[in-house]
């Protein structure tokens, strides 16, 4: 009789062993339906959903080999649109280029402390991701990693990331704030573009660079302070940037990209540092500038970089400017007061397409405006005597020295004179 209730006690124990302790490895718990591949150590790479078509999918521990399963491999979710939850196994190492691109019902995930690397457009157009959980320890966030997660709201990356492809956030519309890694040294191109909802900008004090479009199109953006280490702004950096009233740029800047803050329509009022050239349409469209200040150090304007600046009305420009290009400030017919190495000259600018801006304010026979009176203008004076196309394309009122509204012989002889000194 004894021994009967023993054998019946332990018939029990071994069924509910069997209930709640799965014999054999731990992907008895896992989802079915995975496809996995072999590294040849040991290890294992989720490569494919395959057949699984749970909303909520379990990786296991191991694979049905009883291998590890240290990565999700490239696109194993890929358009995998009714997931709406993964739960990852802690010894996941590295999420792969495009694990998890277009899951666009996948709402959150929870990133195991194991992770180093998280691959290209690892969760692009995740269009309701919400919420990201990243370990400290995590090293490696790939280029488009969260594009287009328009449900994205905040992200912090932690200290431990040293390497972060372009356009990380991407489009994401709804990202109002993340915190970026203090020992970042730059911030690639496209980071932020597109994040209408960005309010603010936070930049480690180590960060020496801008990459190009690493701003642009944050609608909401409204003041900038970058940090003393800055020295590179790329183009178009924070084009588009329609909210951003105040702009403080450190003296440590030495160059800006083509069209970095065209369009900044809100900026009323800017003090540049004395880097060699503004380029190209740098400040063109800024509509709302009315008073620019250029520090010395400033050499060239370059064509259209403050072109359309329709409310711009006083500008103070350095000793050291040599060169102010065509176009340049081009807008409506208006004068412009400007302080030029402590002297007050008037400037024009007119709509005309040829010479945008030219000095009223000149030196007789000063055809190409170099502040020197000699040969190369005679020539200039000469072509434009014998071709109304030159004339055209020529400052008038240098050439007419003897203000009777006529370019002529009589000018060409005064012009010798000067140069001759006789005058």
């Known amino acids: 009789m004894k021994n009967r209730r023993w054998t019946a006690l332990a018939v029990c124990v071994l069924l509910l062993i069997q209930l709640y302790i799965p014999l054999g490895p731990f992907y008895a718990t896992g989802s079915e339906g995975l496809t996995f591949v072999s590294n040849g150590d040991g290890s294992c790479t989720l ?23 240290v990565a999700i491999g490239r696109g194993a979710f890929r358009g995998c649109r009714n ?17 998890f691109y277009g899951c666009t019902s996948l709402t959150g995930i929870i990133l195991p402390p194991e992770l180093t690397e998280l691959g290209e457009a690892a969760f692009e157009n995740c269009t309701s991701l919400q919420d990201v959980l990243l370990p400290y320890g995590i090293k490696s966030v790939g280029k488009n ?17 040293t390497e972060m492809g372009q356009g990380v956030f991407y489009g994401c519309e709804a990202l109002y704030g993340a915190v970026l890694p203090n020992g970042l040294l730059g911030i690639p191109a496209q980071t932020f573009a597109g994040c209408k909802s960005l309010e603010s900008i936070c ?50 800047l030495q160059s800006l990209g083509a069209h970095a803050f ?7 009022k800017l003090t540049l540092p004395g880097i060699s050239e503004i380029p190209y349409g740098a400040f063109e469209g800024c509509t709302g500038l009315q008073e620019l200040s250029l520090s010395e150090g400033t050499r060239t304007i370059a064509s259209y970089a403050f072109g359309y600046c329709s409310s711009l009305q006083r500008i103070s420009l ?18 412009v007061v400007v302080n030029f190495s ?22 007789a026979g000063d055809v190409n405006l170099n502040d020197v009176v000699d040969a190369e203008d005679l020539a200039l004076l000469l072509s434009a005597i014998e071709s109304v196309e030159v004339l055209d394309k020529l400052p008038f009122e240098p050439m007419d020295l003897n203000v009777d509204g006529r370019v002529d012989a009589e000018d060409i002889a005064m012009l010798l004179s000067i140069i001759e000194g006789s005058i």
Not at 47 to 69: I, N
């Open 342 to 363: 402590g002297d007050h000259e008037v400037f024009a600018v007119t709509e005309d397409n040829g010479v945008l801006f030219y000095r009223l304010k000149y030196l």
């Open 145 to 161: 990693c969260f594009k287009n997660c328009d449900s994205l709201a905040y992200l912090e990356l932690p200290d431990s990331v």
């Open 318 to 335: 350095p000793q050291s400017l040599t060169e102010i290009s065509t176009g340049a400030f081009c807008a409506d017919d208006r004068i």
């Open 262 to 268: 065209v369009g900044c329509t809100s900026l009323a």
């Open 203 to 252: 930049l480690s004090a180590s960060a020496e660079e801008i990459g190009d479009s690493a701003y642009s199109g944050c609608t909401s953006l409204q003041e900038i302070e970058l940090p003393d280490k800055i020295k590179k702004i790329g183009g178009s950096a924070f084009a588009g940037c329609s909210a951003l009233a105040k702009l403080t740029l450190p003296d440590t």
């Open 47 to 69: 490569a494919d959903v395959g057949d699984c078509k749970d909303t909520v999918v379990v990786v296991p521990e191991t694979s049905p080999a009883g291998e590890s399963v």
């Open 83 to 99: 997931l709406t939850d993964v739960e990852l196994p802690s010894g996941i190492k590295r999420i792969e280029a495009q694990a």
